[in-house]
């Protein structure tokens, strides 16, 4: 099988989209006074979270919704809930 | 659905959550299952591999009617380095007789059918409402749930809502997870036709292969990988303790790459199609993880309550996860009869967990996480066998020692001493 990128991966999959209501809030003056490792920027296996400008950016419509970032998150500074019922990751094998 | 007050909300139609809904509907009592994809399964992720026989408790012969793949009758555990890789391989025609040890599931396809079998007992279910929290009584007492804006009562509450388990923090019965105690478990589906999987995998009809994969699968991080046949596709993955993911700083997507690009992996794959690119937490802790698993008004099962054992042979938590929803069922049914929901009359789940198989699991292989943690399982020991295996079959026209100075040479390259083997070897077997 060809290599392919998470973006490519993640446009496979099934999604609805709650356009204009995140589900992740990431709140960046805690991130820059308290996390020592950023983990959040390689352990999500949908790589999410990204340093853009050098603000931390949540693209959470590709979220797998599988909790990785906030369990490794150290601080408070991710706010992390499941989409609205209904939508989110669509899993249509599983 | 606010005026009315049911007997059970059940939390999430999981497997563990559609079957207690399964249990209590079919004892009689009234049933609500809320699920917040918009169909069961939609949000479930697995390896998956089912060792259903806990599941002819609640449906005798399942198999005739369930979603299942294949039948697991080849058994494989891989320690892989880079460019090589040692299995033991392991068939088993038994395993292909009922009532069957193990089947290949697509929890999409799977859930949506268990859930269905909850609703023909009776149970309501309703899909594609998030729960948001759960409701107390002044005494702390949980009596119902808030979702979807509404308010929901009932004698219990049970919290099958998976390995993140909100519900269970909530009501105070856990607190944060900490990273050594979950593992992020990456998978595919890749579509290939099912005469190529027979062929590649040597299987007759519905017979199926599991492999658990150890090493370089996850490039020395604390897990292993999986590769398992379904009917017409592949289930691939990797399993990573979170804690080990932090400290090497490791991007759990692209070792993903780099596994299907191995050569254990590539030639099982080739040409096949992806279909769903997924991931999922798993509860690695044990028994040290597990919550308080009630409270007045309240019962914790299947990942929720941190049931997964992960031998290194096997990995499994569907099937405890039905048996912690047996055994919770039959506390609500108990207690109904008692008309007593406080956490003195509930605590009755806990013994009848201690007394199932469930519990007797989670401590027989309660060293297991531990001796998991061990390096040298994941770095050197594949390593090893390697060299041993290569200098075995490598004839180098320079003259060939006798296989004892080979390994004792070997365990030197790899900085292993015979005490460490030795050592580990007993912690194995008592772990595992």
């Known amino acids: 099988m060809k290599r392919m990128t998470v973006p490519e991966k993640l446009g496979v999959n099934k999604y609805e989209l709650d356009e204009g209501n995140p589900h992740i809030e990431v709140h960046e003056e805690v991130c820059r006074a308290e996390c020592p490792d950023l983990a959040c920027l390689y352990v999500c296996p949908a790589n999410v979270y990204s340093e853009q400008n050098g603000r931390i950016q949540a693209d959470w419509a590709g979220c797998l919704e599988c909790g990785t970032c906030q369990v490794a998150c150290p601080t408070e500074a991710l706010h992390w809930v499941f989409p609205r019922g209904g939508f989110g990751i669509i899993y249509r094998e599983g | ?432």
């Open chain 2, 1 to 432: 659905m606010t005026e009315e007050k049911f007997d059970a909300i059940v939390v999430g139609a999981g497997v563990a959550g559609s079957a207690s809904a399964l249990r209590m509907a079919q004892k009689g009592l009234q049933v609500v299952l809320i699920e917040r994809g918009p169909y069961p399964g939609s949000k479930n992720l697995s390896g998956g591999v089912l060792y259903g026989r806990v599941l002819q408790e609640l449906i005798p012969n399942y198999w005739e009617e369930a979603p299942v793949e294949r039948c697991i009758t080849n058994q494989v555990v891989s320690f892989m380095t880079a460019g090589a890789s040692f299995n033991i391989d392991f068939k088993n025609q038994a395993f292909n007789q009922p009532p069957y040890n193990a089947f290949t599931v697509l929890r999409a396809k799977f859930d949506r059918w268990l859930a269905e079998k909850a609703e023909e007992a009776g149970a309501m279910l309703v899909p594609g409402i998030k729960v948001e929290r759960v409701l107390k009584d002044s005494s702390g007492r949980v009596i119902g749930v808030s979702a979807g804006g509404e308010e929901i009562l009932a004698d219990v509450v049970i919290a099958a809502d998976g390995a993140t388990s909100f519900l269970a923090q909530e009501a105070g019965l856990r607190g944060r997870i900490p990273t050594r105690h979950v593992a992020t478990g990456v998978k595919q589906v890749i579509g290939l036709p099912r005469e190529v999987i027979e062929e590649r995998f040597h299987l007759t009809g519905d017979e199926g292969a599991a492999y658990t994969i150890v090493g370089y699968a996850t490039r020395g991080v604390a897990g292993g990988g999986f590769l398992y046949t379904n009917r017409e596709s592949l289930s691939v993955g990797l399993v990573m303790r979170l804690d080990d993911l932090v400290r090497t700083r490791s991007r759990s997507g692209e070792i993903m790459e780099d596994f299907l690009a191995s050569p254990a992996i590539a030639p099982f794959i080739r040409g096949g199609k992806l279909l769903e690119y997924g991931a999922h937490l798993v509860p690695e802790g044990g028994v040290d993880m597990m919550p308080q698993l009630f409270t007045g008004g309240m019962l914790v099962v299947g990942d929720a309550a941190g049931l997964g054992i992960n031998s290194g042979f096997v990995i499994r938590g569907m099937d405890l996860a039905i048996g912690s929803a047996i055994a919770a069922a039959d506390t609500v049914v108990e207690a109904k009869a008692r008309g007593d929901f406080s956490a003195q009359s509930l605590s009755a789940y806990q013994e009848k967990l201690e007394q199932s198989f469930v519990m007797k699991d989670m401590r027989t292989y309660r060293r297991a996480p531990h001796f998991m943690e061990n390096e040298r399982l994941y770095k050197t020991y594949p390593e090893l066998l390697a060299r041993i295996m290569t200098e075995i079959y490598d004839q180098d026209a320079q003259g060939k020692e006798h296989l004892l100075p080979t390994i004792m040479k070997s365990l030197k390259a790899c900085n292993v001493s015979l005490l460490d083997l030795a050592r580990d070897a007993v912690e194995g077997v008592r772990a595992l």
